[in-house]
């Protein structure tokens, strides 16, 4: 029998945010397949902790899986770490999973800390719902056609953002969002953790006028005029909802949901998934 792969969450700053059962499963596992050997044995010590480490590095994952999956087969255990938060959320992870899935392998989610919830809840920004957009792409141009992308989503956006580019960042998205009210969360869980709150122009006056450092969490308020998704940005819905989405949610209640988002409508939108959902099959991907 294959061994079973766990996605272990690990704090973001703070230590002490490793929950009992993250600290019980690294122990009774055989190996652990982290992002940065280095950062993982420092958490490590810290829980009197020993294990052998697979290293699975963000720009190598695709090359290295291989022999994380080789273990699992061999009937290992194996916990999957990345430097801080949740494995495969903007850190290496997800290609392993899918591979894992592949082969018939168990995979377990361990929860924990996660700078996207842990900014968003202290934000004073809408939570009820919200997207996650990683790192902005380090050209301008792509980057305001992203945003352009996103921009009349009713939600709250979530970006990471690295503090070398945080004012170039916050003035594209003043530009391309307008006056929205945002925030930003600095060194979260941490010693110096900071909430910076107010409207997008006076936040990127602040970012002017001062030399930051550590993680950065940028969040915006959603399009409060609401406007008829562009349909490459429904199309890309669209294709995560049949990429994600098991057989218990079928087509039709998905395109009813994103018809309330999008502000398309039902047979609209159905109409997209289908022809979505063909593009998948000639490709020989996974469907409903």
Known sequence: MPGKL?????PIGNLQDMTFRAIEVLRSVQRIACEDTRRTRVLLAHYQLSKPLLSLPAHDEHERKGKII???????????????GTPGISDPGAATVALALGQGIEVIPVPGACAIT???CASGLPSARFCFLGFLPKSQ???????????????????????????????LL????????ACIARELTK?????????LDVLLKLSQARTWLGE?????????????????????ALEEALFETQRARG??????????????????????????????????????
């Open 251 to 288: 087509l039709k209640e998905v395109a009813k949901q994103l018809a309330a988002l999008s502000l398309w409508s039902d047979r609209e939108v159905y109409q997209r998934a289908l022809h979505v959902k063909r593009l998948r099959e000639t490709k020989g991907q996974n469907v409903f």
């Open 118 to 120: 842990t900014a968003l």
């Open 191 to 199: 010693i110096y953790e900071e909430f910076l709150r107010g409207p």
């Open 70 to 84: 080789h273990h699992l087969l061999q009937g290992e255990d194996v916990a999957l770490v990345s430097d801080a």
């Open 174 to 181: 003043c530009e391309v969002l307008g006056p929205r009210q």
């Open 141 to 171: 141009g792509q980057a305001r056609r992203f945003l352009e992308a996103y921009a009349s989503l009713p939600t709250s956006l979530v970006f990471f953002e690295s503090p070398k580019r945080l004012s170039q960042s916050l003035a």
């Open 216 to 236: 950065v969490v940028i969040l915006t308020e959603g399009c409060l005029e609401q406007k008829r998704w562009p349909e490459a940005l429904l199309d890309e």
């Open 6 to 10: 766990f996605l272990v969450a690990t």
